[in-house]
T-cell receptor, first 113, second 113 residues
Framework: GDSVIQMQGQVTLSENDFLFINCTYS??????LFWYVQYSGEGPQLLLQ?????NKGSSRGFEATYDKGTTSFHLQKTSVQEIDSAVYYC????????????FGDGTQLVVKP | AQTIHQWPVAEIKAVGSPLSLGCTIK??????LYWYWQATGGTLQQLFY??????VESVVQLNLSASRPKDDQFILSTEKLLLSHSGFYLC????????????FGEGTRLSVL
C-alpha cells in the first residue's frame, strides 16, 4: 500500500550544521511529495512540494529532490539555525487516490545555539 | 487571500460528553476539506475529507463523525467522548487536484478527562 517512512525520530544539531532528514515513499501511483514544518502548538505549514520526478523543491534554504529511482524525498539544509527547531513531516499525495494524503511519523529537529 | 479558522482553540471535556469542533474557510469557493487528528508527539492521521457540501468520506473514524453543512464549513463531532480522543485536531483545505497541498488551520487542542 501507499506509505511514507521517516526513520529518524529526532535529529540534534548545532547552529550552522548541515541538516539531512530521510524520507522514503512507497506507491504504485504517481505521487506529489511535500515537506511540512510544525512548530510547537501550531498547525503544520507547507514548506515545499515537488510534483515531477527528478525535480527539486526549495524554500527558506531547505531543499528536497524527488528521486524516483530510490523513491526518496530527503530534506536538506546547508546551515541550520535555532529557529529551525520544529517537527518536519514528509507527505505524499497520489493520483487516483488524491483525497488521501499520507504523512510520515515526523522528525523532531533540535538546533542548539 | 484564503483564511482558515478553527474553533474552539482548546477544550477540556469529560469522558462520555458530546463534542463539536468547527472549521471555516474564507476566500475560496468549493474547497476540499480535511480533518486530521494528532496524538501528542504523534503523526497526522487523516480522519475525513469532503469535496462538496453534504458529502463526507471517512478515512479512519475513531468513533467520530463529520459533516459539511455549508460550502465553507466543516464540523467534527461525537456524542460520547473517549479518553483516546484527546489530542490535536486539525482542519485543512486544498483546491482540487493531486498537486494541491493541504493547508492547515491552527488546530484545536482537546483534553478528555
Amino acid at each position: 500500500g501507499d506509505s511514507v517512512i521517516q526513520m529518524q525520530g529526532q535529529v540534534t544539531l548545532s547552529e550552522n550544521d548541515f541538516l539531512f532528514i530521510n524520507c522514503t515513499y512507497s506507491t504504485t501511483g504517481y505521487p506529489t511529495l511535500f515537506w511540512y514544518v510544525q512548530y510547537s502548538g501550531e498547525g503544520p505549514q507547507l514548506l515545499l512540494q515537488v510534483t515531477t520526478a527528478n525535480n527539486k523543491g526549495s524554500s527558506r534554504g531547505f531543499e528536497a529532490t524527488y528521486d524516483k529511482g530510490t523513491t526518496s524525498f530527503h530534506l536538506q539544509k546547508t546551515s541550520v539555525q535555532e529557529i529551525d527547531s520544529a517537527v518536519y513531516y514528509c507527505a505524499m499525495r497520489v493520483r487516483n487516490s488524491n483525497n488521501r494524503i499520507f504523512f510520515g511519523d515526523g522528525t523532531q529537529l533540535v538546533v542548539k545555539p | 487571500a484564503q483564511t482558515i479558522h478553527q474553533w474552539p482553540v482548546a477544550e477540556i471535556k469529560a469522558v462520555g460528553s458530546p463534542l463539536s469542533l468547527g472549521c471555516t474557510i474564507k476566500g475560496k469557493s468549493s474547497p476540499n476539506l480535511y480533518w486530521y487528528w494528532q496524538a501528542t508527539g504523534g503523526t497526522l492521521q487523516q480522519l475525513f475529507y469532503s469535496i462538496t457540501v453534504g458529502q463526507v468520506e471517512s478515512v479512519v473514524q475513531l468513533n467520530l463523525s463529520a459533516s459539511r453543512p455549508k460550502d465553507d464549513q466543516f464540523i467534527l463531532s461525537t456524542e460520547k467522548l473517549l479518553l483516546s480522543h484527546s489530542g490535536f485536531y486539525l482542519c485543512a483545505w486544498s483546491t482540487t487536484g493531486v498537486n494541491q497541498a493541504p493547508l492547515f488551520g491552527e488546530g484545536t487542542r482537546l483534553s478528555v478527562l
